[in-house]
T-cell receptor, first 112, second 110 residues
Framework: DGGITQSPKYLFRKEGQNVTLSCEQNLNHDAMYWYRQDPGQGLRLIYYSQIVNDFQKGDIAEGYSVSREKKESFPLTVTSAQKNPTAFYLC???????????FGPGTRLTVL | KNEVEQSPQNLTAQEGEFITINCSYSVGISALHWLQQHPGGGIVSLFMLSSGKKKHGRLIATINIQEKHSSLHITASHPRDSAVYICAVRDGGSQGNLIFGKGTKLSVKP
């Protein structure tokens, strides 16, 4: 089954701790994206990567970091510098140069 | 500033009703997407439009480039259509980044 997976579905962390969210795809897509969704707001782009070992900041990259060491994996680290990390995080992937993005099921992060 | 505006924000309908969700945008675009987000959070892509009209089953999407407006129609609505419908545009000046609307929450009652 081809698809994009995120784990875990729910994640709880104490304030001040870094946390890494997993995103894996077996669609052989070159491009991968991380979005944040807050209640009453549209999805906002955190980081994106169009090829292995390369990534660019999106609109709200502060307090986040990513890596793209493998084509199929694009983990997102929420650092203690992110002032308001509690949110729903969505990962997506696409064929390079095309518009349609395929989304993972999301991870709901709650920082206590 | 909101570059993508959706209306209404919330919509409740009776099963069988014809539903229209609207999307207006202020930027030049190369494509517009309609997405469906299920209550569990997963998002699926419904349509990608750059002109005209597309139909898939009971769903119809239209776009008017001159008026910078798109509509998503659902015919013979069903409770399983209950979801958040999101409009997103690809900024014509950006490298594939999508700008998302806030979504329209649809609830279809049996």
């Amino acid at each position: 089954d081809g698809g994009i997976t995120q784990s875990p579905k729910y994640l709880f962390r104490k304030e001040g701790q870094n946390v890494t969210l997993s995103c894996e795809q077996n669609l052989n897509h070159d491009a991968m994206y991380w979005y944040r969704q807050d209640p009453g707001q549209g999805l906002r782009l955190i980081y994106y990567s169009q090829i292995v070992n390369d990534f660019q900041k999106g609109d709200i990259a502060e307090g986040y970091s990513v890596s793209r060491e493998k084509k199929e994996s694009f983990p997102l680290t929420v650092t203690s510098a992110q002032k308001n990390p509690t949110a729903f995080y969505l990962c997506a992937s696409s064929i390079a140069g095309t518009d349609t993005q395929y989304f993972g099921p999301g991870t709901r992060l709650t920082v206590l | 500033k909101n570059e993508v505006e959706q209306s209404p924000q919330n919509l409740t309908a009776q099963e069988g009703e014809f539903i229209t969700i609207n999307c207006s945008y202020s930027v030049g675009i190369s494509a517009l997407h309609w997405l469906q987000q299920h209550p569990g959070g997963g998002i699926v892509s419904l349509f990608m439009l750059s002109s005209g009209k597309k139909k898939h089953g009971r769903l119809i999407a239209t776009i008017n480039i001159q008026e910078k407006h798109s509509s998503l129609h659902i015919t013979a609505s069903h409770p399983r259509d209950s979801a958040v419908y999101i409009c997103a545009v690809r900024d014509g000046g950006s490298q594939g980044n999508l700008i998302f609307g806030k979504g329209t929450k649809l609830s279809v009652k049996p």
